[in-house]
T-cell receptor, first 113, second 110 residues
Framework: GESVGLHLPTLSVQEGDNSIINCAYS??????FIWYKQESGKGPQFIID?????DKRQGQRVTVLLNKTVKHLSLQIAATQPGDSAVYFC????????????FGQGTILTVHP | DAEITQSPRHKITETGRQVTLACHQT?????MFWYRQDLGHGLRLIHY???????NKGEVSDGYSVSRSNTEDLPLTLESAASSQTSVYFC?????????FGPGTRLTVL
């Protein structure tokens, strides 16, 4: 079945370091991928997205990389700050599942001052 | 600014009672979704709607219902609340693939 999963459930980094959060997906028909950030007590917040016709997309301090060959995407956060501490979810959409997202379990990122 | 709101933010109810959670968006999005979030399960889709009068079941729809009488609102009803429905509920809306989430409702069923 379709699934989106994460390799690491937790990640601890020092302030100023770069963070990399990984995600694997299984649906080869997926053509759209999103990263969300969820802070404690809040709803998921859109960070960045990428379509399958791209390998890389950059935002403010964040970069998403997509490797369609191995069905893997990653979220890179540059110069991680304590405010980046949250749970990060990847999600995918595409194929016959118009508008519907399949979410991974989430990675807890903790940034130590 | 356009937004998506949920009410109430917290609710405690008893087993067997009917409960309705509200979701309201001002983006004029056609698509709306309800999820529940539990430890160990991530976000799971309950019901979704692609427009007025359209509703569809998600992966965990048993015990829940929705109705879509206008573009802005998608209320979620628990017909007879069960302790297994204690969870955090999130509503989301979209006009394409990107979904935008509300702040959530924490529901406790005693």
């Amino acid at each position: 079945g379709e699934s989106v999963g994460l390799h690491l459930p937790t990640l601890s980094v020092q302030e100023g370091d770069n963070s990399i959060i990984n995600c694997a997906y299984s649906n080869s028909a997926s053509d759209y991928f999103i990263w969300y950030k969820q802070e404690s007590g809040k709803g998921p917040q859109f960070i960045i997205d990428i379509r399958s016709n791209m390998d890389k997309r950059q935002g403010q301090r964040v970069t998403v990389l997509l490797n369609k060959t191995v069905k893997h995407l990653s979220l890179q956060i540059a110069a991680t700050q304590p405010g980046d501490s949250a749970v990060y979810f990847c999600a995918d959409a595409g194929g016959t599942s118009y508008g519907k997202l399949t979410f991974g379990q989430g990675t807890i990122l903790t940034v130590h001052p | 600014d356009a937004e998506i709101t949920q009410s109430p933010r917290h609710k405690i109810t008893e087993t067997g009672r009917q409960v309705t959670l509200a979701c309201h968006q001002t983006w004029n999005h056609n698509n709306m979704f309800w999820y529940r979030q539990d430890l160990g399960h991530g976000l799971r889709l309950i019901h979704y709607s692609y427009g007025v009068q359209d509703t569809n079941k998600g992966e965990v729809s048993d015990g829940y219902s929705v109705s879509r009488s206008n573009t802005e609102d998608l209320p979620l009803t628990l017909e007879s609340a069960a302790s297994s429905q204690t969870s955090v509920y999130f509503c989301a809306s979209s006009d394409s693939d990107t979904q935008y989430f509300g702040p959530g409702t924490r529901l406790t069923v005693l």
